[in-house]
């Protein structure tokens, strides 16, 4: 199983000279399967380059899983080439709603006058799936979906293989005026997902200053998210959903601050950037990459 980042930065898009190297365009990552089957977890704006790759490979089907439904996790939808190919079929995943099913909120988007074609004139074959507390299977994956703290109705997921698993919560706010150290695991949101996976990708919006004035916005500080991954036993903690507000210097500061908070037995935290690559083919050996700056992937 192997994950590739499209776009790590959250609540809105921020291309420019200050955040090339870790890239501007919003939530979006890539899995693969060990049996070759094509995971996208969230649809942000990273999504467009990633369907410009799969169109090269002839990819003939896609699941895309959805954290939520804010603007920066879907916004790519619209420009996802394989999503115009009457010969693709898209299983979407999202979180279920006591309101509207998934389809009907998606087309919310997908329609005049917020884009010009309208869901029923979409080419492909969607399928739509409510991501419900229930395991279901892709391929060789086992895919759990749980509900976890943010505004609205949202989902982390956890993608597990026989010897890799990696967790993915990227709009998260699991220590809201309480010490998570002070609870038990079954009290802490999204617990469950993370507890000794290989690779934790997760929310990590704020500095430990910023977030007295974010305070119920559904983002974590540094200082909580490293708290978290600790307490969860993650090998690999992965900073991500950057704050549009926050320079590539900002980040590095932040991570600078995650590692020296960091007490786990895993690797120091690091931060999420376009074009990055993780092999979680051998546990034990996942993700351990050099980090090369490609500029041509950013």
């Not at 790519?76 to 394989?82: E, V, Y």
């Not at 992965?238 to 037995?265: M, N, S």
């Not at 690797?267 to 041509?296: C, N």
Request: glycine share 8%; aromatic share 8%.
């Amino acid at each position: 199983m192997r994950a590739r980042i499209w776009g790590s930065r959250g609540s809105l898009a921020a291309p420019g000279p200050d955040t090339v190297r870790y890239g501007g365009n919003t939530s979006c990552v890539e899995v693969r399967t060990s049996d070759g089957e094509v995971i996208v977890l969230d649809a942000g704006t990273g999504m467009r380059a990633l369907g410009i790759q799969l169109d090269t490979e002839d990819v003939r089907r896609v699941h895309v899983l959805l954290s939520h439904l804010h603007m920066d996790h879907v916004q790519g939808l619209g420009f996802f080439r394989p999503l115009f190919r009457d010969d693709v079929e898209v299983h979407l995943w999202g979180p279920p709603s006591t309101v509207q099913p998934l389809d009907d909120r998606i087309a919310m988007y997908l329609s005049p006058p917020l884009f010009p074609v309208s869901l029923s004139e979409i080419p492909s074959r969607i399928v739509f799936h409510d991501a419900t507390d229930e395991q279901f299977e892709i391929g060789r994956a086992t895919v759990t979906a749980t509900n976890v703290a943010h505004q609205g109705p949202t989902v982390g997921y956890r993608i597990e293989e026989p010897g890799a698993a990696i967790a993915y919560i990227p709009d998260h706010e699991p220590a809201i005026g309480v010490d998570l150290r002070s609870l038990g695991s079954t009290w802490i949101s999204g617990f469950a997902l993370a507890r000794d996976v290989d690779v934790l990708l997760h929310d990590s919006q704020y500095s430990e200053d910023e977030y007295p004035n974010h305070v119920g916005w559904g983002h974590c500080s540094i200082e909580h998210v490293v708290t978290f991954a600790e307490l969860a036993a993650v090998r690999r903690l992965v900073l991500f959903h950057h704050d549009p507000l926050h320079t590539d210097d900002d980040l590095e500061h932040l991570c600078e601050r995650a590692q020296q908070l960091w007490r786990g037995t895993g690797s120091q935290p690091e931060l999420a950037y376009e074009g990055m690559q993780i092999d979680l083919s051998s546990r034990g050996t996942a993700g351990h990459e050099e980090k090369v700056w490609d500029h041509s992937k950013v």
